[in-house]
């Protein structure tokens, strides 16, 4: 069945240093996908979001790579900041998310 | 501006006990709307979604069940609560059925099932 998951489960960086989150999927016909941000006993927030017509999307300090060939798409985060610290779940269809990963920030 | 609400915050019952959480989204109209729960250290394993009052689509069997009264009210209710039933509930809304649009959550409830 469909499947979207996470290579790491926990990850700390130091502060300033860049993240990458990585994620999985199973379902070729996929084209749309989401990556949300979830701080500790709170609601998930939208990061970015990417169609699979794209490589590549940017925003603010975050970008998210897409490789169709191996089914896997990423989350970088550049000069991570303490106030990144949270669960990332990388999500495919409001019924596929992945199981989340870790960002832990080191001052 | 859309708002999202949901309560109550924290939930503590006994084993066998009714459950109702509420969730209302203000400032858009028809919204998608999403219950989804949340094991400790887990990702989130949707439960129901529903694209209209009155219509309700359940994703897993379990002892839960939902309700939309109204365009903008998603209620998620047990009769009888299992130990099973802890975690963090969170509702969600989107503004359409289309296969891209990102899901607004709610702040969560987090019930403990003693």
């Known amino acids: 069945g469909e499947s979207v998951g996470l290579h790491l489960p926990t990850l700390s960086v130091q502060e300033g240093d860049n993240s990458i989150i990585n994620c999985a999927y199973s379902n070729s016909a996929s084209d749309y996908f989401i990556w949300y941000k979830q701080e500790s006993g709170k609601g998930p927030q939208f990061i970015i979001d990417?169609?699979?017509?794209?490589d590549k999307r940017q925003g603010q300090r975050v970008t998210v790579l897409l490789n169709k060939t191996v089914k896997h798409l990423s989350l970088q985060i550049a000069a991570t900041q303490p106030g990144d610290s949270a669960v990332y779940f990388c999500?495919?269809?409001?019924?596929?998310f992945g199981a989340g990963t870790r960002l832990a920030v080191h001052p | 501006s859309q708002t999202i609400h949901q309560w109550p915050a924290t939930l503590v019952q006994p084993v066998g006990s009714p459950l109702s959480l509420e969730c209302t989204v203000e400032?858009?109209?028809?919204?998608?709307l999403y219950w989804y729960r949340q094991a400790a250290g887990r990702g989130l394993q949707l439960l129901f979604y529903s694209v209209g009052i009155g219509q309700i689509s359940s994703e897993v069997p379990q002892n839960l069940s939902a309700s939309r009264p109204q365009d903008r009210q998603f209620i998620l209710s047990s009769k009888k609560l299992l130990l099973s039933d802890s975690g963090f509930y969170l509702c969600a809304w989107r503004r359409d059925s289309s296969n891209t649009g990102e899901l607004f959550f709610g702040e969560g409830s987090r019930l403990t099932v003693l």
């Open positions: 990417i169609r699979s017509n794209m």
């Open positions: 400032g858009t109209s028809n919204p998608n």
């Open positions: 999500a495919e269809t409001p019924r596929v």
